[in-house]
């Protein structure tokens, strides 16, 4: 049975950002009539354009990057801390590629829609986003080069996403 979520105001979003991206989180996203779910543990939430913003970082590889830049809107699924289902769930979808597995099945999960904007009912905390920026995060920007090294041997480099956090459901 579908959990129920309710729609509430991000004022009363009291997690700390730090903990509740770096756990990880479920970046899902539909495009051609396909749902796809992928595990982040990157990103980060704060204001800008006088918005609440979340944004993530998808590499070129990731068939979630073939999705998202056809899409308008893609959620954010967080788990609950103590949910080892969830661990399982993350590593899994952090594992496989929508591009070999229909993963929504595999995993055995099941997926709700908010305005037809898909996300995973296992959740407990879910940011429905509008995309307002993208970019890829080319070479020549790192002041750091050590990093590009280090994260980017093979130039398979990350994409930035800003997007407006529209909705904030959770249960
Ligand atoms: C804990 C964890 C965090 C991850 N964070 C990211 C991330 O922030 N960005 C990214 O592009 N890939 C990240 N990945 C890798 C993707 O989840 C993985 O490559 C996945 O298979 C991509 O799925 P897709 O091809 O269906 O999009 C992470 C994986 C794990 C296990």
């Not at 898909?118 to 890829?136: H, Q, R, S, T």
């Amino acid at each position: 049975m579908a959990h129920s979520f309710q729609d509430m105001s991000l004022e009363y979003f009291e997690d700390n950002p730090f903990n509740k991206i770096g756990e990880g989180f479920a970046l899902t996203t539909e495009a051609d009539g396909k749902v796809n779910s992928m595990t982040a543990a990157w990103g980060g939430v704060g204001v800008m354009w006088g918005k609440n913003v979340a944004y993530v970082v998808i590499r070129d590889s990731r068939y979630t990057k073939e999705l998202i830049d056809k899409t308008d809107r893609f959620s954010m699924t967080f788990f609950a801390e103590d949910d080892k289902k969830a661990k399982m769930l993350l590593k899994y979808m952090g594992a496989v590629s929508g591009r070999d597995e229909d993963k929504i099945k595999g995993a055995k999960i099941t997926i709700d829609k908010y305005n037809g904007v898909p996300y995973i009912d296992e959740g407990n905390l879910v940011f429905i986003c509008k995309k307002l920026f993208a970019a890829p995060m080319s070479e020549e920007f790192y002041i750091d080069k050590e990093i590009y090294e280090k994260y980017y041997p093979t130039g398979d480099n990350h994409n930035i996403f800003i997007a407006e956090i529209e909705t904030m459901l959770a249960r």
